[in-house]
C-alpha cells in the first residue's frame, strides 16, 4: 500500500542524490582546473628558470617553411656562397668552385649535399646552427638576437636575408658529389709547417707564430740585418739615450746599458705595478717612467716611439721563456683575461679559442691559421708593413669576426694580454718577429 509512498520519497531520495552528486562533480573539476592552472604556473616558472640557467639556449625545431614566397635561385645562391661580404662559405669549406683559389676547412668540405640534406635541415642549419649543434663555430646567417659586441653597422641586422637563406638552401642541394680527385685537394689546403728543427719553438702542445711561417719568412726573422724590426729596435736606442726632459735625464740616466737591465723584462710582462694595485704591460711601464720619472707627457699607443722602446727592450730577451705571474693579486686580471678569450663576439660569434685553439693548424680561407701565440711582439706584420703591437692585433682579431674592437691600452686588452702570455709560458721572445 506504501508503494506511491515509496517510489515518491525514492524520488525524492534521487534527486537530493543526484544534485548532491552535481555538487560533488563541480567540487572535483574545480579541483582539477585549480591543479592544471598551478600546473601550468609552476612549469612556466621551471621553464623560466631552466632557460636562465642553459646557455646557449637549447635546440629549437627545425625552421620548415620557406622564409620567402619567392623560390630560391642557385646562379644568386653561388654568388653569395663566394661573396666575401655576404655567405663567404669557401673561408671555412672547400667546394666544388674551381674558379676560387683558395678554399678553408675548417668546416667540413660541401659536395653532394642533396643525398643527406633536405631544405628544411639546411634551412635549419644556416638560421642558427647551433640549433643543431650548440658548440657549432659555423656563424648562425639569419640571427639577430644573442649575439654580443657586434660591431656598430652590422648591428640588428642578420648577415644573410630571407631571400638570400633560400638562395643559397637551393645552391647547396645543386652541388655535385666529391670528384675522384677529392682527397688530394683536400690535403693540399692543410700545409703541415716543417718542424724539424724546431723544438725550441715549441714547448708541450704550445707552438710560436714561426713554426707556422715558410722557411724564407723564418730566416728573415733570424737576420738581424734583414729583419725589418730591427729598425725599430735600432730607433728605440737613440730615444733610450736621449734626453727629452727638462729633468736632463733620459732612460739610460737610470737603467745604464738596455742589454744588462732590461734583460729578461719582457718574459715578465704584464704584471702588477709598483703599487701592486695595477696590472700594467710593459708599454705602459715605459710610459709611467715617463710621466713619473722624466715628468714628460707619456707616447700614444702604437706611436713610432713607443713601439721603438718597446722593441728595444723585448729585444733584450730573446730567446728567454716567457714566464709571467698569475697568482695573488694578479689572478682577477688573468681570470678577466681569460674569460674574454673564450666569449664569442661579433656578428660571426665566434670567441679567440675556436679559431686558435680548437682551428689551429686549418685553413681560414688561404692563411693556416697559428695558435694565436705573443711571444713574437711586437711583431713586423707583412701584412700591415709596420710593427705592431699585441693590442693592435687583438683590435684586428676583433673586427675579423665583426665585433667592436676596444682602444688600444685599455684594461680589458691588457688582462687579455696577461692571459695570452701565461698560454705562451715558456715559449721564447721573437721579440721582434716576422709575421705574415
Ligand atoms: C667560420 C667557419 C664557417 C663558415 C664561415 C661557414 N661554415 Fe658551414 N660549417 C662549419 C663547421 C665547423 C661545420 C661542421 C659542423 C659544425 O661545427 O656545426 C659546418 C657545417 C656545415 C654544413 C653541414 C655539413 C655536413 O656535412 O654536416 C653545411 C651544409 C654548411 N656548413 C654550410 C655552410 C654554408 C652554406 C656557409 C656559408 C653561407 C657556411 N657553411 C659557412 C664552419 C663554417
Ligand atoms: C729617474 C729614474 C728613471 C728614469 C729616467 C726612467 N726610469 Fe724606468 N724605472 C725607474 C724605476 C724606479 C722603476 C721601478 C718601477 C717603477 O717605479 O715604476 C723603473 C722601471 C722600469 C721598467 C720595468 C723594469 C722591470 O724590471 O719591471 C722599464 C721597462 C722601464 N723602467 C723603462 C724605462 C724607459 C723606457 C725609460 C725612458 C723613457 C725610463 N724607464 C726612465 C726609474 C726610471
Ligand atoms: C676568425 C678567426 C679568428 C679569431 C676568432 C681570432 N683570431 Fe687571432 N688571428 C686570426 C688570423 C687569421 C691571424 C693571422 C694568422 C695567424 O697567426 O693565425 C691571427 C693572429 C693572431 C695573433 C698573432 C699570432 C702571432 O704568432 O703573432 C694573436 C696574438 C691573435 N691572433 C690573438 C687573438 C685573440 C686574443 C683573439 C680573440 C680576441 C683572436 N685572435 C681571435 C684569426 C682569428
Known amino acids: 500500500m506504501n508503494t506511491p509512498a515509496t517510489g515518491r520519497s525514492s524520488r525524492v531520495y534521487d ?31 621551471v621553464a623560466r628558470a631552466a632557460q636562465r640557467m642553459s646557455w646557449p639556449p637549447l ?26 661580404k655576404r655567405g663567404d662559405c669557401v673561408v671555412c669549406h672547400v667546394m666544388p668552385l674551381p674558379d676560387q683559389q683558395s678554399h678553408g676547412t675548417i668546416g667540413p668540405p660541401l659536395f653532394g649535399l642533396a643525398t643527406h640534406f633536405t631544405p628544411e635541415s639546411l634551412r635549419r642549419r644556416l638560421v642558427d646552427p647551433r640549433t ?38 637551393s645552391y647547396l642541394l645543386s652541388l655535385e658529389e666529391a670528384p675522384a680527385s677529392q682527397e688530394p685537394i683536400e690535403q693540399a689546403t692543410v700545409s703541415t709547417p716543417d718542424e724539424r728543427g724546431l723544438s725550441s719553438y715549441r714547448v708541450e702542445n704550445r707552438r710560436s707564430g714561426y713554426t707556422y711561417l715558410s722557411s724564407s719568412q723564418q730566416q728573415l726573422q733570424n ?16 730615444l733610450w739615450n736621449e734626453v727629452d726632459a727638462a ?25 702588477l705595478d709598483s703599487g701592486r694595485r695595477m ?14 720619472h722624466l715628468h714628460v707627457a707619456p707616447y700614444s699607443y702604437e706611436s713610432d716611439a713607443l ?54 693548424g686549418k685553413r681560414l680561407r688561404g692563411e693556416v691559421l697559428s695558435q694565436g701565440q705573443t711571444n713574437g711582439f711586437p ?30 691600452g685599455s684594461q680589458e686588452y691588457v688582462n687579455l694580454e696577461l692571459y695570452m702570455a701565461w698560454r705562451a709560458r715558456g715559449l721564447p721572445v721573437e721579440s721582434p718577429a716576422i709575421r705574415r
Open 307 to 360: 713601439l721603438s722602446l718597446t722593441a728595444l727592450i723585448s729585444y733584450q730577451s730573446r730567446g728567454l721563456p716567457i714566464a709571467v705571474r698569475v697568482e695573488g693579486r694578479a689572478r682577477p686580471f688573468f681570470v678577466a683575461g681569460r674569460r674574454f678569450f673564450v666569449r664569442r663576439r661579433g656578428q660571426l660569434d665566434l670567441a679567440c679559442t675556436h679559431c686558435h685553439d680548437q682551428n689551429a
Open 223 to 238: 737576420d738581424e740585418f734583414a729583419n725589418p724590426g730591427m729598425l725599430w729596435v735600432e730607433r728605440g736606442r737613440v
Open 379 to 408: 711583431i713586423y706584420r707583412q701584412l700591415w708593413q709596420t710593427l705592431g703591437s699585441p693590442h693592435r692585433m687583438f683590435a684586428w682579431c676583433n673586427t675579423a669576426v665583426r665585433a667592436t674592437a676596444l682602444p688600444l
Open 15 to 45: 534527486a537530493r542524490h543526484y544534485s548532491q552528486i552535481v555538487t560533488i562533480c563541480h567540487r572535483i573539476i574545480a579541483i582539477i582546473l585549480l591543479a592544471l592552472l598551478v600546473g601550468v604556473w609552476q612549469m612556466r616558472l
Open 59 to 84: 635546440p629549437t625545431a627545425p625552421i620548415v617553411q620557406p622564409l620567402t614566397t619567392i623560390a630560391g635561385d642557385v646562379a644568386r645562391g653561388r654568388a653569395i656562397v663566394l661573396d666575401r
Open 247 to 271: 729633468n736632463g735625464k733620459s732612460c739610460a740616466t737610470c737603467h745604464g746599458n738596455p742589454e744588462v737591465s732590461m734583460r729578461g723584462v719582457r718574459t715578465r710582462y704584464p704584471q
Open 132 to 169: 643543431v649543434n650548440p658548440q657549432s663555430v659555423m656563424p648562425a646567417y639569419h640571427k639577430v638576437s644573442g649575439l654580443y659586441a657586434v660591431l656598430g653597422r652590422y648591428r640588428n641586422q642578420p648577415i644573410l636575408s630571407a631571400q638570400e637563406i633560400e638562395d643559397v638552401i
Open 279 to 292: 696590472l700594467i704591460n710593459l708599454e705602459q711601464q715605459i710610459n709611467r717612467c715617463r710621466t713619473q
